[in-house]
């Protein structure tokens, strides 16, 4: 069975968390790049812009004035897609027309009151700060009985919708489990039931001996590219230890988290030299639904692009229709990312 | 438990066809855009263009020399995702690695010599001779006997990573399902045992009494915005009468297929004044592998635009991690798209 080339046919992989597979097309490469290309988005930001929403002192959408913070700010998104006050109703029509309401909390966090900036971009203990903010954040929101899951997420790029370059994140919290969220408690319980250990567990353990995947390893995590990625260059931070979820860090594990969160951007930037866009989450146990030692805190990033700054991987058509797809090999792109300097470029 | 007020109050609505939610948040539709804003690509295309490698009589990547073709050409890929000699191979190490090979035939249709041209420019006539090709291909391919499954597809406009402004769309097909299909392929299992009626032909006959997701309707085709839609202007065809796949397609409903088609496409185009891009591609039953009574032919457009010729929908963040999600109602996208006129903004 090892004589599988993975490198030269095309084949599919398990998603060993969603139970869902993607399409590798490993001699495909090579092709020429005729489509869209993507604006760079300039990058020189002042410390302090008068007019973004998050810096310190600034009014916002809803008419509130931004404390004069120091370190991190969060508050409720002037535009929520989710309101804490929507009562629970249900709808079903026939099992044709099925729908119900749903409750949720959306936050918005600002990492750093300096406008200029990016996670890689600040040291180490100010992107410890952020998370411990996370942390607490997590805590806080799991105190509301009603709330069953928490989204901690960050859309880095305007190519990734992000409307605002100030560095920031959201958190979105909700009454019920997302579909993301509902596959990956199924394949890890699963996994659980069958070896009394949790799926991520024995998957780092056999990454980091076959070390091709892996990117970068401190004593509490490990940064890896999934054998079974989809995007190009996407990626995996997983505890080594089986948290289930954020709020089961200890300092030590806060500290190693902020080091390899700093590694890992560093890197993406330095791949394209560019400030590298993407969407990345938290994905962590359900809260107020008892205990789920089949859950491994882990966190995704989906970056988009392909082949440099301005050239994207498109999830369109096929894609969309029937199967992610993708070209360089998660093999190829681990080596790449190891290869980049944890030195930023932009670093005198 | 009809109280529940789709246009006001954030809620989930399910996918019957993938079994999976969309979020709805119609309170959050007047949120003010800020972030990116695509390029509109230039639109006065020459009728031939001597670098296009579609364009008859041209030389392709592969050297070959296009036919001086009158309607539409069929050729594979010359960068296919998928080969047809790729050899069945398997690999499964300790249910973490799991991976097989996947066998397949990529070709590309070219709708129409003319370089200038898309779908809702073209007459119906020439519109007609292209589902009289797709029909034509499927049924060929489906003579392969180790072809399992064929996407035919259209990815429309830069924006959804085209390559090529000349109207042309894909037929991929493979030796096992992809996901998408897996998903749609239980979910009108799981309803016909319970019924022994498809699905859809429930849904349509409930849609057309409804009325308001309808947005066209003729002897054999409605087109609609699904009660489920996750993109913003998102729409399905479907046909009136359970056909397994476009096989099963008579001259008069190829017909009446080729007019709804050139009416939705049209209206897509008049609703923000601009060549409207999209993913779209056709579901419809495995082949080589039995009766399949469940599966009732579909057609689904995904179309990234929100607002404007140049503002998207970013399915990014949450919606990658968690759930996809929207803000207009289907509602009000059904009647924005019945209310776009059906001659095309640009036909004098
Ligand atoms: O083969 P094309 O048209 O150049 O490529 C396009 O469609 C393919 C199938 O949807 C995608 O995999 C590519 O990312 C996209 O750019
Ligand atoms: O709330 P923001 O940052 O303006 O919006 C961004 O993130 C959201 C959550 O991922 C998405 O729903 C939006 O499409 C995106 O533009």
Redesign the interface.
Same mark, same amino acid.
């Given at each position: 069975? $090892?004589? /599988?080339n993975?490198g030269d @046919?095309?084949?599919?992989?398990?998603n060993?968390l969603t139970g869902?597979?993607v399409?590798v097309?490993p001699?495909?490469s090579k092709?020429?790049?005729?489509?869209?290309v993507e604006?760079l988005p300039g990058d020189n930001r002042p410390e302090y812009d008068p007019k973004c929403y998050l810096c310190p002192t600034n009014q916002r959408?809803d008419g509130d004035i931004n404390p004069d913070y120091k370190e991190s700010f969060v508050f409720v998104n002037d535009? $929520?897609? /989710?309101?804490k006050d929507? @009562?629970q109703?249900?709808?079903?029509?026939?099992?044709?027309?099925?729908?119900?309401?749903?409750?949720?909390i959306c936050k918005v966090i600002a990492f750093t009151p300096r406008h200029d900036l990016t996670l890689p971009e600040m040291d180490q203990e100010a992107i410890k700060a952020v998370v411990d903010l996370w942390q607490k954040e997590f805590v806080d929101l799991s105190k509301v009985e009603w709330i069953k899951?928490i989204?901690i997420?960050?859309?880095k790029g305007?190519?990734?919708?992000?409307?605002?370059p100030h560095p920031h994140g959201?958190i979105?919290s909700q009454n019920?489990l997302?579909?993301?969220?509902q596959k990956e408690c199924v394949q890890q319980q699963k996994?659980f039931d069958k070896y009394q250990r949790t799926?991520l567990s024995?998957?780092v353990k056999?990454e980091l001996s076959k070390e091709e995947r892996i990117i970068d390893e401190n004593d509490s995590f490990v940064s890896l590219v999934p054998?079974w990625a989809a995007w190009p260059y996407e990626t995996m931070i997983v505890s080594k230890r089986a948290i289930q979820n954020i709020a089961g860090f200890d300092d030590k594990e806060k500290a190693d988290f902020a080091a390899i969160l700093k590694l890992l951007t560093t890197r993406y930037d330095n791949l394209f030299k560019t400030s590298f866009p993407y969407?990345a989450?938290m994905?962590q146990a359900p809260v107020n639904d008892g205990d789920h030692p089949e859950w491994h805190w882990h966190m995704?990033f989906?970056p988009p692009l392909l082949r440099s700054a301005t050239v994207k991987k498109?999830m369109?058509?096929?894609e969309?229709?029937?199967?992610?797809?993708r070209?360089i090999t998660p093999e190829v792109a681990a080596e790449q990312l190891r290869n980049c300097s944890t030195v930023h470029y932009k670093a005198k």
């Open positions: 069975q $090892s004589t /599988l993975f @046919s095309p084949h599919t992989r398990v060993i869902e597979k399409l097309s001699h495909r092709r020429p790049w005729q489509g869209q604006d959408a535009f $929520s897609a /989710l309101l929507t @009562s109703q249900e709808f079903n029509e026939d099992e044709l027309f099925v729908a119900e309401t749903e409750r949720g899951y989204q997420f960050e859309n305007a190519i990734m919708g992000c409307s605002n959201q979105w019920h997302p579909v993301e969220i996994y799926i024995d998957y056999a054998f969407s989450g994905h995704h989906y498109f369109v058509g096929y969309m229709l029937a199967n992610p797809q070209d």
